[in-house]
């Protein structure tokens, strides 16, 4: 048990659960921002723009007492554009950012030796020596 617990410690003290953590605490903020957004600002002109229709209490009636809640729907699309469209912003702007930063180019391969007679410079793949003619193995 004490095993499982100190692979539980180190597990979690990783830094990309942290990190995933984090990131799922801001999402679920930024998330009742949008859904505030479309809720309390988006939906409000539609109903504006529709003639006071209220788009958000849309819904079908059905026969048995239920509600196909279109409006909630409609809202939720809404939401997962905008949220969409954040996301898509801000991996393009890492991945611009990722790009800046120069790395480092890989050293091309020699195509060039040095005579171990002469000491002059060679193609990698002579088998005799242009200068002193020695023979290269």
């Known amino acids: 048990m004490k095993k499982f617990i100190s692979e539980f410690k180190e597990f979690i003290s990783r830094g990309s659960v942290m990190d995933l953590a984090v990131g799922m605490i801001i999402g679920a903020a930024f998330t009742a921002i949008v859904t505030s957004l479309v809720d309390d600002i988006i939906m409000p002109i539609i109903s ?12 079908i009636h059905l026969a048995g007492g239920g509600v196909i ?21 801000m991996v393009k702007a890492l991945n611009k950012a990722q790009s800046m930063v120069k790395k480092p180019e890989p050293e091309a391969a020699p195509t060039t030796k040095i005579c171990p007679f002469c000491k002059t410079e060679i193609a990698l793949d002579a088998t005799r020596c242009p200068n002193c003619t020695s023979q290269l193995q």
């Open 48 to 59: 504006l723009i529709s003639g006071g229709i209220d788009v958000s209490q849309m819904g």
């Open 69 to 89: 809640a279109i409006g909630n729907f409609v809202g939720a699309i809404i939401n997962f554009i905008i949220i969409a469209f954040v996301i898509f912003c």
